[in-house]
């Protein structure tokens, strides 16, 4: 098998940059994007297009970075259709590296396996480092693989894309751990929030609450990264804030098969909920302060006997 030879699918924030590094690291790489533009600027790269997904079916390894296992199902009817009729080469690995439910991509690695007769398997390989480690090849990229030698035959793809690459388990973990990630990342982000909120209502500057906090034990990456849009306000979006919201569904999902109790999970799932409800869900993460902001407006004009609209 050529283990530098990829198909790609999606080509948004995260997954063109991804794309990209691995043609730049020597890979032969064929994508399909939903939109033309993307490929237009993956070809110039040096990459190969594909007329639709179907045609990636004889790929060795094949990618998916799309925003959930809906779309990925949807953008793979036509590739799994052709493995029914005609399986692929035995060792085919389909990698998920979207954020994902881990009952959903075990699902669809039981469709992946029956269509393919077999010789076509799915690890989950989702990624963490935002568009910046996308875009330098140094995203933490935590794996799911039931068979150890699908894991080593995606791994070099892997490595090629990331700094930090580790299988954590049968497939579902890699899900599962992206999903503990996104409560870490969705709820420090909120917290965040919360104090500069607190903080500048009560007269104090932001970004010298930040300075502060971050010689001690509340520093932290999120702090040092989604910070400074916090104190600016800048909600241009690396990423839409509407997608924590499914990561921590994921959360409650999980801890409900696990049995685990998730008092930081429920509370922010339910704020990112409301962000979603106040329609700021396609704008950045940060923007989860304006969230707060509004239902602090809210709590003030409710105190005054009054009324307000976020």
């Known amino acids: 098998m050529n283990r530098q030879k990829a198909g790609f699918v999606g080509l948004g924030l995260m997954g063109a940059p991804m794309a ?9 790489v064929t994508a399909w994007n939903r939109s033309a533009a993307a490929l237009d600027e993956f070809e110039q790269l040096g990459g190969g297009r594909a007329r639709d997904v ?4 004889d790929e060795p390894l094949i990618v998916f970075m799309l925003p959930d296992l809906g779309f990925i199902e949807e953008a793979s009817a036509g590739l799994l259709a052709s493995w029914t009729q005609s399986p ?6 389909l990698a998920v590296m979207s954020s994902v ?5 075990r699902d669809f690695r039981r469709r992946v396996w029956e269509v393919s007769a077999g010789r076509a398997s799915v690890v989950d390989a989702p990624v963490s480092g935002g568009t910046t480690g996308a875009i330098e090849g140094t995203l933490a990229i935590m794996a799911g693989a039931d068979d150890e030698a699908d894991f080593q035959r995606l791994r070099p793809l892997l490595e090629a894309v990331g700094g930090t690459v580790r299988r954590l388990g049968p497939l579902g973990a890699g899900s599962l751990a992206k999903a503990c ?4 990342v969705g709820t420090t982000t909120a917290a965040l929030a919360e104090a500069a909120e607190l903080a500048e209502r009560s007269g104090i500057d932001a970004a010298a ?10 520093g932290s990456r999120v702090l040092d990264l989604v910070g400074p849009r916090l104190v600016q306000k800048d909600y241009r979006p690396t990423g839409p804030a509407k997608f924590m919201h499914k990561d921590l569904s994921f959360v409650v999902e999980s801890a409900a098969a696990a049995g685990a109790a998730i008092p930081m999970a429920t509370a922010g799932v339910e704020l990112y909920a409301e962000l979603t409800r106040q329609g700021l869900g396609d704008l950045d993460l940060a923007v989860v302060r304006q969230t707060i902001s509004n239902l602090s407006n809210r709590t003030a004009a409710a105190a005054d006997g009054g009324t307000i609209t976020a």
Do not use: C, D, K
Not at 101 to 105: D, E, K
């Open 181 to 184: 990630n996104q409560l870490i």
């Open 101 to 105: 439910s881990p009952a959903g991509v």
């Open 88 to 93: 692929p080469a035995a060792g085919t690995v």
């Open 209 to 218: 609450l930040y300075e502060v906090l971050s010689g001690g034990l509340a």
């Open 20 to 28: 990209a590094n691995l043609v730049r690291r020597g890979w032969t």
């Open 54 to 57: 179907e045609s990636l079916r």
